[in-house]
């Protein structure tokens, strides 16, 4: 079966040091990645999305950057976090149609 | 560009009342729409899609919601709420195109007391 794994869970990091979450999925193949955030009364955004190995689209600019290093791997990194970096950072997959299979989601705490 | 607009940021219900949740969305093309749900401490899931045909689709847990094109929008119903049914719930849009990608609303944050 399908799944998607997202760690860590929970993450709480100071201003200005780097950042790295990591999202796999098991059981399909070039499947379509992204990264959404979610921050308190602004819904789910949606910052970078994959369609391949190395092929990044960024929706928003922003103090974050993904990589997609293997085809069911997909990073999203900063390396300096600042403040508004805070909130709740899902991965989701579309391995095909228009259904999105989203991970547990890390919550980051920038301090 | 499409966009996804939710009316209420927070609704409070008693256990048995009728629950309607406002979604209306912008897109110049043909649509496929989404309610999903995350309760509390889970995953973001699915309640319901539409992608065509029937307008009044059904999802798990006694949901509903209808598409009326004209209006541009995806109302979710669910006539008898639960305690059970506290949660966040999400209206999202993908337009037809390979290339369109999944947009959410804010969201609505739904609390039943018992």
């Known amino acids: 079966s399908q799944t998607i794994h997202q760690w860590p869970a929970t993450l709480v990091q100071p201003v200005g040091s780097p950042l790295s979450l990591e999202c796999t999925v098991e059981?399909?193949?070039?499947?379509?990645l992204y990264w959404y955030r979610q921050a308190a009364g602004r819904g789910l955004q949606l910052l970078f999305y994959?369609?391949?190995?190395?092929?990044i689209s960024s929706e928003v600019p922003q103090n974050l950057s993904a990589s997609r290093p293997q085809d069911r791997q997909f990073i999203l990194s900063s390396k300096k976090l600042l403040l508004s970096d805070s909130g709740f950072y899902l991965c989701a997959w579309r391995a095909g149609g228009y259904g999105y299979t989203f991970g547990s989601g890390t919550r980051l705490t920038v301090v | 560009a499409q966009s996804v607009s939710q009316h209420n940021h927070h609704v409070i219900l008693s256990e048995a009342a009728s629950l309607e949740l406002g979604c209306n969305y912008s897109?110049?093309?043909?649509?496929?729409l989404f309610w999903y749900v995350q309760y509390p401490g889970q995953h973001l899931q699915l309640l319901l899609k539409y992608f065509s045909g029937d307008p009044l689709v059904k999802g798990i847990k006694g949901f509903e919601a209808e598409f009326i094109k004209s209006k541009f929008s995806f109302n979710l119903r669910k006539p008898s709420v639960q305690w059970s049914d506290t949660a966040e719930y999400f209206c999202a849009v993908i337009g037809d195109s390979g290339y369109s990608t999944l947009t959410f609303g804010k969201g609505t944050m739904l609390l039943v007391s018992p």
């Open positions: 994959s369609v391949g190995i190395g092929q």
């Open positions: 897109y110049g093309g043909t649509v496929n």
């Open positions: 059981g399909t193949s070039n499947p379509n």
